[in-house]
């Protein structure tokens, strides 16, 4: 059986480890084979989920292992914690990265996952595998799971603050940008973390049409079951929300969202008026004085734009474009007027003089082919 795959995404410090090891818990208890995967380079994820214990990172076993020429093994980087009265074992990896300043830590998501698929994480004997993920989503290696639809599905964390909602929002833009190239992550909803009742939060999910899956208020009592690296569920209000959510996505209760998140100025204008003046542009003579009569100029050959097409990691929108063209010409078209010209299935059908289904059939076709192109280029 393949295991199931949902990534949890949100801003730093707001709490998705705490969410991310309670739900694996709520699992476990429900008879639920669980891995817990962290995903961020300070590898904190599965400490409270295993008591305490800080558990040796996938980075950390492959240079060892490397430096003896040794291969990684399955027991070298998986652990299992066996809790009582728990029907089934908890198990646990953190992929970690490098030291601080030292290295890119979305590629070490990279390395991380390579040397997992090596070993079939995706083929284990799991019921689901939750992946605890940082929300920089700028970074392509924290955007591994939705850009190479490795999580079945998405959750979304969040608090109240303007920040935690900004991350989220483009998490579920990016998602929305991979789904245009054939990414098949879906996303389920939002759960609000540290919820004061302001209501910030579902007002954006309500703007941004997104689900609230589960609505967690500060609770001092879980909050010290987490502090001593317990689990927050057993807290009675806590654990039953926690329950719920659990028993809905077993039961594929929550049908799927399909945001595309919101726009820059529709978003900040559901904190209050904005001010749609242009900034005033400081003068050179301002900032270097009355040393030169002409300010210092940078030529275009001189300046990396991280938007041209020289650069690998930019453009994506013409790449994307190139690989439509390289669809064969029924894929195209119908992937064209749905996707870019925003057509509905009904419309292309009857422009196309063909079937819905068959036009969902040949969308389907023509996003598998452009992922493929697209990630192979």
Not at 116 to 122: A, I
Not at 139 to 162: K, M, Q, Y
Request: aromatic share 8%; proline share 5%.
């Amino acid at each position: 059986m393949t295991p199931r795959t949902i990534a949890i995404y949100g801003k730093g410090g707001i709490g998705k480890s705490f969410t991310t090891t309670n739900l694996s818990a709520t699992f476990a208890l429900m008879g639920k084979k669980v891995l817990q995967l962290g995903c961020d380079p300070k590898h904190d994820s599965t400490t409270s989920l295993f008591g305490g214990v800080s558990l040796p990172t996938v980075t950390e076993v492959f240079a060892e292992k490397n430096a003896c020429n040794e291969k990684v093994q399955i027991s070298d980087i998986v652990f299992r914690r066996d809790v009582p009265d728990f029907p089934q074992p908890i198990y646990g990896v953190e992929l970690g990265g490098p030291q601080v300043g030292r290295g890119c830590g979305g590629r070490g998501i990279i390395s991380g996952f390579d040397v997992l698929e090596k070993l079939g994480l995706f083929t284990w004997d799991l019921d689901i595998i939750l992946m605890d993920f940082l929300g920089d989503v700028v970074c392509g290696g924290f955007a591994t799971p939705l850009a190479r639809s490795l999580s079945e599905e998405v959750i979304l964390l969040t608090t109240n603050d303007r920040q935690s909602i900004f991350t989220a929002n483009n998490i579920c833009q990016a998602n929305n940008y991979f789904r245009t190239v054939g990414g098949q992550s879906k996303l389920l909803g939002l759960i609000i973390n540290r919820d004061d009742g302001s209501g910030i939060a579902e007002k954006y999910a309500a703007c941004a049409e997104i689900n609230i899956l589960m609505k967690l208020p500060y609770d001092p009592a879980a909050r010290d079951k987490d502090d001593s690296f317990n689990f927050a569920i057993q807290v009675p209000e806590i654990g039953e929300k926690f329950r719920k959510l659990a028993a809905d996505i077993i039961e594929r209760n929550i049908e799927s969202c399909e945001s595309a998140g919101l726009d820059f100025q529709t978003f900040v204008r559901l904190f209050g008026e904005v001010n749609d003046a242009h900034p005033t542009p400081a003068s050179a003579t301002e900032l270097i004085g009355q040393q030169t009569q002409t300010s210092p100029d940078l030529s275009a050959q001189e300046y990396d734009d991280p938007g041209s097409s020289d650069n690998p990691g930019s453009s994506d929108n013409e790449k994307l474009l190139s690989c439509v063209d390289k669809l064969p010409d029924a894929e195209r078209e119908i992937y064209r007027m749905i996707e870019i010209d925003k057509k509905s299935v009904t419309e292309t059908a009857r422009l196309q003089g063909i079937s819905e289904s068959e036009t969902e059939k040949t969308l389907s076709a023509a996003r598998t082919r452009l992922r493929k192109l697209f990630f192979s280029l």
